[in-house]
């Protein structure tokens, strides 16, 4: 009897094809081990090859004076990779590779950021770079992307509008955090449609962000309700620590809310300065403004006094009502206890606000890869142009062609207490919910768009 050789190959081959091509090898969002996973002991696959492994790289302050904000997405970005890494990698070029994750260490300053986008870029040949917790420092990161066209800019945290506009536009760059008019706007549909206050001091930090913000949202309270008595905005320095000036002008305006864009640690000290001028019953209103670490300062039984009532806009919110969300954030509270080094930090033992919507941002440009096949960035670019997307939350997001800005919902999270999520006795929690629906807070005419 003859043996085939050839058949034989051609079977074998033809079936590993098959197998490997075959949705069981396609990694599955939130689906692989995690049990082990710790962002303080993080470790990247040993490879031999750039071609065998996808290499992408995370843009944050790691040293300098807002070196803790870099905790926030670096803990996120160890779970997406430890995750789909558990699963083998991801099917790229028709083999699986794992993902590699690379710190660049922007220091919070425009020229390091652009010596390590250029590092991590043109030495270590990234796929893509995410980040970073400064609109002035994205600005810096896109304009070398664009430069370049070697890698992509996937920007989840810089929030100014100026960004995806025709002056800094480049189709390298993508968006995927709600830009600052879109956060503004949202926040002034909250407090016109949702509450009843009827005077307001604005104030913010003034660079393009905080003047995005500032100016967002007095605009659109004026055409959203324009009965509402508006002070400011007023526009302060960054890492400014006397707030002297603005609490004299705060007091004599005598708001019943404060609106500010303000992020740590500028959102603490504008904080302390308002309990400390007798202002802190005053509720605020922003992107960051609820802090654990600052709440913690005050005595136990002013906590609720000063704080209840204050709630945040931001790309997602713990109690957004969907199993998936719910999932992750209750298998990150019970997987926080397992972490070591800085990731001990009390601010991280659940992701709030842009940090847990990075969740979803991160996992979402991995399905994109996944789909498109491929690490060519045209076949990636045209996959995640227009894409529609069931993101890791739960919600449902959209990719704008023309300026690559993502479109989705806002949410809402006020703070009282006995929430749902508590860290320990006697702190405040978010304990309701809005969703700000998409069409509601979107650019209508983004000058890339017209």
Known sequence: MKINLKKIFLSFSLGITLVFNSPTFAFETFKGDLSDWDPGVFQNPIFENDDDVIKVALLEPFTGPSFFVSRYPMAVMTMVVHDINSQGGIMVDGKMKKVVLINA????????????????????????????????????????????????????????????????????????????????????????????????YMLSQDYSYGRDFGDGFNDAMKDLKPSVKLTGPDYHKLFLKDFTPYMAKMKAASPDLLVSGDWTPDADNLLTAMYNYGLGKIPDAGLFMTNLAFERKLPAEDRAVYREGSFIINNASELMDYPEAQEILQFWQKQYPKFTGV????????????????????????????????????????????????????????????????????????????????????????????????????????????
């Open 343 to 450: 990731y001990t930090d009390s601010r991280l033992w659940l992701p709030q606000g842009i940090t847990l919507s990075r969740i979803a941002d991160f996992y979402m440009f991995f399905e994109i890869l996944q789909k498109a096949g491929s690490s060519d960035l045209d076949t990636i670019i045209k996959t995640m142009e227009g894409v529609e997307h069931k993101t890791a939350l739960g919600n449902t997001v959209k990719m704008r062609i023309c300026d690559h800005q993502l479109i989705r919902p806002l949410y809402i999270s006020v703070r009282g207490r006995n929430p749902k999520y508590l860290y320990e006795k006697g702190d405040l929690g978010v304990v309701s919910m809005y969703e700000v629906p998409a069409d509601a807070v979107v650019s209508s005419k983004p000058d890339l768009c017209k």
């Open 105 to 200: 260490d922007s220091q919070g300053n425009p020229v390091q950021t652009k010596k390590e986008m250029e590092r991590v870029i043109l030495r270590e040949k990234v796929l893509a770079v995410f980040g970073t917790s400064s609109s002035a420092l994205g600005r810096v990161a896109q304009g070398v992307t664009g430069k370049h066209k070697k890698s992509l800019w996937i920007n989840t945290n810089a929030l100014s509008y100026g960004l995806m506009t025709k002056k800094s536009f480049n189709r390298y760059s993508f968006r995927t955090t709600a830009d600052t008019k879109s956060m503004a706007k949202g926040l002034a549909y909250y407090v016109a449609k949702k509450t009843g206050y009827k005077s307001i």
